[in-house]
């Protein structure tokens, strides 16, 4: 299911809520459907930056959020 970020019309709050495609997504602060969906920030994938420590994984490490031990 994908996961989107709302921004609400009404009193401003942005939150994220899993959505099927369903019309009128409520706000959860206030109640309201006038919410639009907003620009999402990602994890990008790809290779380490330069001034991250190699981890066991090689070309393959994301930065040691997976929980994989960092040498």
Do not use: H, W
Request: glycine share 14%; proline share 10%.
């Amino acid at each position: 299911m994908p996961l989107f970020t709302y921004a609400c019309s009404d009193c401003g709050a942005s939150f994220e809520m899993l959505n099927k495609g369903e019309p009128g997504i409520a706000c959860p602060e206030c109640g309201s459907t006038q919410t639009d969906k907003a620009l999402s920030r990602f994890a990008p994938m790809g290779p380490a930056r330069a001034d991250s420590p190699a981890c066991d994984m090689g070309a393959m490490c994301c930065g040691g959020g997976c929980g994989v031990p960092m040498n």
